[in-house]
T-cell receptor
Framework: GAVVSQHPSWVICKSGTSVKIECRSL??????MFWYRQFPKQSLMLMAT?????????EQGVEKDKFLINHASLTLSTLTVTSAHPEDSSFYIC??????????????FGAGSRLTVL | GIQVEQSPPDLILQEGANSTLRCNFS?????LQWFHQNPWGQLINLFY???GTKQNGRLSATTVATERYSLLYISSSQTTDSGVYFC??????????FGTGTRLKVLA
């Protein structure tokens, strides 16, 4: 089955530093990946759509200069949180869609990355 | 955009009990998935079910697209079923929008 690998699982950093999170599709090619953010006891909020070979599409209210997304290959998308601040502490989850039967768009998720900014 | 509401928001069950989780959406959808988020945050795909009924072991799901809702049934619940259940839908765009979630706790 489709597997999405995400790392690091946990990261603690100092305020002002940048953190990179990687998302890989292990056994399929993903032209499109999605980055979500989840605060404690809340639902998942879509941050941006990552498109291989082109610029990411950001959702309204998401700062594209703070959350840099790069989709360099068909199996790798990265999210860089630049100049992180404590309010950026959250659970970040990537996903990729796998076209199943009849062109079904089925989402598979990575295990998530918990960011804590001190 | 599409609004996705889930009910109940919280549910506590005794092991062995059955339950029904509901997902209502405000517009027609092309895709719908049910996910289980375990205590470590991992989202597991349970069903891809834009319409009709599917079953997988103790779990089954039904989506009535014309009436804009989907149901997830859990039978003979186990403590390992605890976690948060999300439905997510795709409407006019390619993007999945997540529901508000149902937090389930199964007691031994």
């Amino acid at each position: 089955g489709a597997v999405v690998s995400q790392h690091p699982s946990w990261v603690i950093c100092k305020s002002g530093t940048s953190v990179k999170i990687e998302c890989r599709s292990l056994d399929f090619q993903a032209t499109t990946m999605f980055w979500y953010r989840q605060f404690p006891k809340q639902s998942l909020m879509l941050m941006a759509t990552s498109n291989e070979g082109s610029k990411a599409t950001y959702e309204q209210g998401v700062e594209k200069d703070k959350f840099l997304i790069n989709h360099a290959s068909l199996t790798l998308s990265t999210l860089t949180v630049t100049s992180a601040h404590p309010e950026d502490s959250s659970f970040y989850i990537c996903s990729a869609s796998l076209d199943g039967q009849s062109g079904a768009n089925v989402l598979t998720f990575g295990a998530g990355s918990r960011l804590t900014v001190l | 955009g599409i609004q996705v509401e889930q009910s109940p928001p919280d549910l506590i069950l005794q092991e062995g009990a059955n339950s029904t989780l509901r997902c209502n959406f405000s517009d027609s959808v092309n895709n719908l998935q049910w996910f289980h988020q375990n205590p470590w945050g991992q989202l597991i795909n349970l069903f891809y079910i834009p319409s009709g009924t599917k079953q997988n072991g103790r779990l089954s799901a039904t989506t009535v697209a014309t009436e804009r809702y989907s149901l997830l049934y859990i039978s003979s619940s186990q403590t390992t079923d605890s976690g948060v259940y999300f439905c997510a839908v795709v409407g006019g765009t390619y993007k999945y929008i997540f529901g508000t979630g149902t937090r389930l706790k199964v007691l031994a």
